[in-house]
């Protein structure tokens, strides 16, 4: 019998192969695999719904991630996926597996930072699953959503001429967790160092404390702004990039001039003598978003500090493109975060 | 700082202290954490939310657990309690976390079993994560269903005077896995001895293929019953009684002359020298539904010879009570599996 390891498929590849051959069933199903979410109709409302499992010591390292953060962050990842959406996060389900190195009071840490992402987004936690594993931590999440019918938006959905735009700014978690390994490294090595990380606060608070971006998804309502595809990104812009190319069958340009990296961020690239720009591509668990828009609406973002305009949409056959400073054009590939890559 | 260890709660204790202050805060958050699954509220329809962690070592042992099975359990577990609500599954998510112990021809034949389960209920998978993981094989499933608003069973709406009654037959799955254990341990001690497994076929089904009872929430919408409490037995049915009782606030009666008990499950028993009434009431896994009806509902049940009436609810002063063939009276316990105990 033959054999095929699942790193040659990548976790998108396994998952597409997997999942290729899915013809839904129920007349509720509106959306299936391959978005940010799952699209559930209930007359005219639809439930948005999306999961991440996430497990020690390929997801979160314990070393450097305090249990509140975590809680924290769990939930968030989630809700980030439903904002992406376009749609209102309601509900979550939490399940977790634990070793019994763990007390009550350190799953109760957990909870806390669980509760407050529940509470700064308004979102009930409604059920769960609590087990034990042979090793380690293990935390699976599920998150619902709310939306109208012809709100929501997808990522096969970007059409040619329309602007690309991301929130916030990029690759600081990526340096954050660059930080946190170089600590946890020079800490095994010699436990007398203090860590020092003074100086690193913000890169650090990118990873450990990332935000869903509800404010832009209120602000579109606001404003009256329908992106044309939206996807957030966990895996860095290259990768999201090149999902809503391929799924909306469109290329895209890229501007290096335009990639908004925080001061703070572009510091901590100098220190470890990497190029800021690559961490802006490259480096996941931002969780910022990026989207869509119709030329027209322009004129609209512009009153939002917390939106760059980074290039526009164009025809398949032009490819994904980053332009750089030095005016060289390059293909985007994706080199984000692969759960299966050693 | 204390130290509280969790097995000290226990798995219901835990979620229970964990949950406790939660005040759910959307309108459409109809129903939360403590039932077999949550309800969502979209306009009169409901939605049914429900989620389950499976780990490898602790749920499931894959030197006996044929990978198809698995895929196929990991669904059908999550189904019954969309069943035990009295709603109709409709899609469910699956997250997978992997080591690279696993294949992809592995893996196809987890998936083949559930998309064999998602077929035989009519349900679509719509989304899910896969990941990898440091050690063994991490499910997640997350099923979602739809009942009218009035339609919805949950457990703590048993009144005094209502009919206990159970599907199927019950101590079966405890058996197989009796049986399971026992020739993994001799294979380990002597690899050269064959399996003596060929009378046991159907304890062993009850354990690697449990059925969620789509019939009998059928024969409950054609003969228009609806019970006034309901769950799935996962746990036992001492266990799932005392749920029961807890949560309406009555106590119960339950008689062992009535449990059904299969004959090859009494068998099997016997070949382990055990009470087959104590498989009956604690031995979990079984999937069959435990409800109750109004007394006036009798006369239709009689048409079912897959629905055991056992006892009949009580006072909350009377306990929850069990009677022997001999006549003798002893409290109900829970002995149900407990994820935490060692």
């Known amino acids: 019998m033959s054999r095929t390891e699942i790193k040659d498929y990548g976790e998108f590849g396994l998952i597409h192969h997997l999942t290729k051959n899915i ?10 695999v391959g978005d940010d979410a799952a699209v559930i109709d209930h007359f005219g409302k639809q439930s948005v719904i999306t999961t991440d499992l996430l497990v020690e010591g390929v997801h979160f390292d314990l070393s450097y991630t305090p249990l509140k953060h975590l809680g924290y962050k769990s939930v968030i990842v989630n809700l980030s996926d439903i904002y992406a959406m376009n749609a209102t996060p309601t509900q979550i389900t939490l399940s977790i597996g634990l070793s019994s190195r763990f007390s009550v009071e350190a799953i109760e840490e957990f909870y806390e930072g669980v509760y407050a992402a529940c509470e700064e987004h308004g979102v009930d936690l409604i059920g769960g699953d609590t087990s034990s594993s042979q090793k380690g931590f293990i935390i699976s999440v599920t998150a619902i959503g709310e939306v109208v019918a012809d709100k929501v938006v997808k990522r096969s959905t970007a059409q040619k001429g329309d602007l690309i735009c ?45 935000k869903a971006r509800k404010d832009i998804f209120v602000f579109f309502e606001e404003k009256d702004i329908l992106p044309t595809s939206m996807m957030d990104i966990s895996d860095g812009l290259s990768s999201e990039l090149l999902h809503i190319c391929e799924k909306s069958g469109v290329g895209c340009v890229i501007y290096e001039e335009k990639l908004p990296i925080a001061e703070d961020a572009r510091n901590a690239a100098y220190k470890f003598e990497i190029d800021p720009t690559a961490c802006a591509l490259s480096g996941g668990e931002d969780y910022e978003l990026v989207f869509t828009i119709k030329q027209d609406d322009y004129e609209k973002l512009t009153l939002n500090e917390q939106i760059s305009v980074i290039g526009y949409v164009t025809d398949a056959e032009e490819g994904a493109k980053f332009k750089s400073k030095g005016g060289n054009t390059f293909d985007i590939t994706a080199q984000g975060w692969n759960a299966f890559k050693q």
């Not at 095994?188 to 020092?196: A, I």
């Open 23 to 32: 013809e839904l069933q129920n007349a509720s199903s509106i959306l299936g």
């Open 166 to 210: 991301v929130s916030g700014d990029l690759g600081g978690a990526y340096l954050g967790l660059l930080f946190l390994e170089r600590e946890k490294k020079i800490f095994l090595e010699s436990p007398g160092v203090q860590p020092d990380l003074e100086n690193e606060a913000y890169v650090i608070g990118r990873l450990l404390k990332p």
